[in-house]
T-cell receptor, first 115, second 111 residues
């Protein structure tokens, strides 16, 4: 099956710093990548959808200046949490799909803790 | 508004038993219904999926039953094992560009 690699798996940072999370599709070209946020024992909350070479489409209520998403190539998308605060602490997960295929492949997630 | 409603929220099953998780939807434009399995601290993994033109799909111990007229679909895990203990999410999508996830079911299989 298709593999999506997400790094880092865990990051602890101080309040006010920025954190970058990488999501790579290892064996396919990801035309669309999705970024989710998940709180403990809750469902996946879609933050944004990005298509290669285009600006990301953010869901209502998600600050695009705080959560910067770049999808510069067909195999890499990044999420940068700028000026992180404790309330940004969460589990962030990326997923990718290719072409017209509806199968969604997920990264292993990143646990962000902001002190 | 929750596009996909999932129940139960949690489920405890004895080893060897059958685990059943149910989902319901309203949007008739949905045409692809996947189930994902998520272990703690990991991202979800695609388990099995179905399209509305079939009523059942089986892969090993996992079966999806689909009722198009009732707009419901369910996941059956036969001969449940402790290693199946995880959170399960159903989902639906009309085009693959937007996925709607259920709220998740935490399954615990007791040895």
């Amino acid at each position: 099956g298709a593999v999506v690699s997400q790094h880092p798996s865990r990051v602890i940072c101080k309040s006010g710093t920025s954190v970058k999370i990488e999501c790579r599709s290892l064996d396919f070209q990801a035309t669309t990548m999705f970024w989710y946020r998940q709180f403990p024992k809750q469902s996946l909350m879609l933050m944004a959808t990005s298509n290669e070479g285009s600006k990301a489409t953010y869901e209502q209520g998600v600050e695009k200046d705080k959560f910067l998403i770049n999808h510069a190539s067909l195999t890499l998308s990044t999420l940068t949490v700028t000026s992180a605060h404790p309330e940004d602490s969460s589990f962030y997960i990326c997923s990718a799909r290719f072409g017209g295929n509806e199968k969604l492949f997920f990264g292993s997630g990143t646990q962000l803790s902001v002190l | 508004q929750q596009q996909v409603k999932q129940s139960p929220q949690s489920l405890i099953v004895q080893k060897g038993g059958i685990s059943i998780i149910n989902c319901a939807y309203e949007n008739t434009a949905f045409d692809y219904f996947p189930w994902y399995q998520q272990f703690p601290g990991k991202g979800p993994a695609l388990l099995i999926a179905i399209r509305p033109d079939v009523s059942e799909k089986k892969e090993g111990r996992f079966t999806i039953s689909f009722n198009k007229s009732a707009k419901q679909f369910s996941l059956h895990i036969m001969d449940s094992q402790p290693g199946d203990s995880a959170t399960y999410f159903c989902a639906a999508t009309p085009t693959g560009n937007q996925f709607y996830f259920g709220t998740g079911t935490s399954l615990t299989v007791i040895p």
